[in-house]
Each structure stands twice: as structure tokens, then as C-alpha cells.
């Protein structure tokens, strides 16, 4: 992704799509979020990554010139397959992915939101998954993830009908976590990310890990990762450090934490 489109400041990366005039996720697009999500990845300094975008879209989704061409069950299998490849390691990343929606959230944009951890909207812009009006249903994970957020019900009825929902009304179904003034949303997702920075690394990703494995298996199998996972905090220096600000009555100095 070009330079300029990544910003990096007191441990937190920003991520801001920037290609005018609707942030489509083109092939070319695919290719550099793959691009700057894997050095976001393996870079140490960074704990937190806010997605955002600019002008009046988060991401209108897929190109529809793309679209167009694909005529045959392997070449739209396998564009759908490139989507699931990048949502899937957002969502499986051990950093904290917080999605700023700045704007006009649709189709596999939307599915891109619902890959990052956490969703902060801009008031008054539209969400929704339109692809049934096309002929075609969400490809990038949309039909298995908006069912997990919002429940079965309510993902049957946006997806069935294409309708978009505003803001307000994505947070009353808990697609966003919540919904501030425009000019307040970067400032708030960063705010957010400063506070998450703040906390112990080794918690948080074993936290994330949790999340995962829970959402992925059967309850049993979520609480004896849910065990493993708490043992091996119980021997680290952060954990040891936690208690003892607690007893002492001051904020904790975690390892790698931002000072």
C-alpha cells in the first residue's frame, strides 16, 4: 500500500483506503491490503491498527467492472476464495483491527468491517450488503459473519432484501459498537486503541486467541482453550505486575506498554 496511506503513532497503525471515488476492493486493492496487513502483522511496535477510510465511503465493496467479468463458478469461486484469504487474517490477527466507518459501508466493504475486532461509525451513513440485488449474495464472508453479529434473524433480512441500515440502527442490532459525530470518529477510534495500548500485550492476544477459538468451536472446547490460555498469563511478568498496581492503588507499567 503507497506509503502515505499509512500512518503510525505511539504504537497504534492507521490504515486509510483512499482510492477515489467509492474505495472499491478491487483486485489491485486485495493485493496491497494483503501487502500492508502482513508488515502490520510481523511489526512489533505495532499493537493496534485502526482501518479507515476517506472521502464519503468506507468501501463500496467489490468493482463491478470486476464483477462483470466473472462468467464462470471458478473465476467467481475463486475471487470469493481472495476475499475470505485477507478478512479471514484480519480477523485472526493477534492485534487488535479497529474499523473507523467513515462513510458509505456496502457490500464487501461491510464485509471487511465485520473482519476487524472492533466497529466505531460515523452518525447518519448507511451499512448494508446490496448483492442480492445483482443476482449474487455476499462473497466475502458476509453470510457467515453477520449472522454471528447480529444473529440469524436479522442477517436473513438485510441480506434477502439488500436494504441498507443507518448507523443508529446498526448499533441497536450490535453490527457497530458504537456511533459518534463524523468529525469525532478518528479521535475516538484512536482514543480507543491508546486505551487498549495501554494494556498488557500478552493478555490481549491471548484474549483474541480466546475470542477465536470460541467462535470457531463448541462451548467445551472454548473453555478448556479458555483454561490453557488463563494458566499461561498466570506465569508472566505482566500478570505479576497487574496485581500488584491493583494492591498498590496505582495504573500498572505492563511489558511493551506505551508510557
Known amino acids: 500500500m503507497p506509503h502515505e496511506l499509512l500512518?503510525?503513532?505511539h504504537r497504534i497503525a492507521r490504515v486509510t483506503l483512499h482510492y477515489p471515488s467509492a474505495n472499491v476492493l478491487n483486485h489491485s486493492v486485495l493485493k496491497e491490503l494483503e501487502q500492508v496487513f502482513g508488515e502490520l502483522e510481523v511489526d512489533t511496535y505495532i499493537r493496534v491498527i485502526i482501518l479507515t477510510g476517506s472521502g464519503k465511503f468506507f468501501s463500496a465493496g467489490a468493482d463491478i467492472s470486476e464483477l462483470?467479468?466473472?462468467n464462470t463458478c471458478y473465476e467467481g469461486s475463486e475471487f470469493s476464495a481472495r476475499g475470505h484469504g485477507l478478512l479471514n487474517r484480519i480477523e485472526r490477527f493477534d492485534k487488535p483491527v479497529i474499523a473507523a466507518i467513515n462513510g458509505t459501508c456496502v457490500g464487501g466493504g461491510l464485509e471487511l468491517a465485520m473482519a476487524c475486532h472492533i466497529r466505531i461509525a460515523a452518525a447518519g451513513i448507511s451499512l448494508g450488503l446490496p448483492e442480492i440485488k445483482l443476482g449474487l449474495i455476499p462473497g466475502f464472508g458476509g453470510t457467515q459473519r453477520l449472522a454471528r453479529i447480529v444473529g440469524p434473524s436479522q442477517a436473513t433480512e438485510l441480506i434477502l432484501?439488500?436494504?441498507?441500515?443507518?448507523?443508529?440502527?446498526?448499533?441497536?442490532?450490535?453490527?457497530?459498537?458504537?456511533?459518534?459525530?463524523?468529525?469525532e470518529l478518528v479521535s475516538e477510534a484512536t482514543a480507543l486503541a491508546g486505551t487498549i495500548v495501554a494494556r498488557g500485550r500478552l493478555a490481549i492476544h491471548a484474549?483474541?486467541?480466546?475470542?477465536?477459538?470460541?467462535?470457531?468451536s463448541p462451548l467445551a472446547e472454548?473453555?478448556?482453550?479458555?483454561?490453557?490460555?488463563?494458566?499461561?498469563?498466570?506465569?508472566?511478568?505482566?500478570?505479576?505486575e497487574g496485581l500488584q498496581a491493583f494492591l498498590g492503588k496505582r495504573s500498572p507499567k505492563f511489558l511493551d506498554a506505551e508510557p
Do not use: I, Q, W, Y
Open 222 to 240: 472454548g473453555l478448556a482453550r479458555e483454561s490453557e490460555l488463563f494458566g499461561e498469563l498466570c506465569g508472566t511478568p505482566d500478570k505479576k
Open 161 to 183: 432484501t439488500g436494504n441498507s441500515v443507518t448507523a443508529e440502527e446498526a448499533l441497536k442490532m450490535g453490527l457497530v459498537n458504537r456511533v459518534v459525530p463524523a468529525a
Open 207 to 216: 484474549a483474541l486467541r480466546a475470542f477465536r477459538v470460541g467462535l470457531d
Open 7 to 9: 500512518t503510525v503513532s
Open 68 to 70: 462483470a467479468h466473472l
